[in-house]
């Protein structure tokens, strides 16, 4: 059965980075767009980042353009997103998700999601 499996969440301070790590298991991901969304307490789940297999696509929320940096590693079927110059308002739980083909705005058009890693910003 095919899984995702997030890491690298944590408490940073304003202004910090972190990594997060998404190792695709159970299937090769190869052919698959994979991402990012997020949830902060109290609203909606909302798309982040997503690249195409291949790498040649990506796609970033307005909010966290020039900031976030996602990357794939299809011999490892791991995923990456850096993240730089965090706020406060980048606190929440952040999940890894998987589609065939091409990348994807809707949350509805992913098949596969992780369990999601929490990453918090203090002011």
């Known amino acids: 059965q095919a899984q995702l499996v997030e890491s690298g969440g944590g408490l940073v301070q304003a202004g910090g980075s972190l990594r997060l790590s998404c190792a695709a298991s159970g299937r090769t991901f190869g052919s698959y767009a994979m991402g990012w969304f997020r949830q902060a307490p109290g609203k909606e789940r909302e798309f982040v980042s997503a690249?195409?297999?291949?790498?040649?696509?990506?796609e970033y929320a307005d909010s966290v353009k020039g900031r976030f940096t996602i990357s794939r590693d299809n011999a490892k079927n791991t995923v990456y997103l850096q993240m730089n110059s965090l706020k406060v308002e980048d606190t929440a739980v952040y999940y890894c998700?998987?589609?065939?083909?091409?990348?994807?705005?809707?949350?509805?058009?992913?098949?596969?999601w992780g369990q999601g890693t929490q990453v918090t910003v203090s002011s």
């Open positions: 998700v998987a589609k065939r083909d091409l990348v994807a705005l809707r949350r509805n058009d992913y098949e596969y």
């Open positions: 690249i195409r297999w291949s790498g040649s696509s990506t």
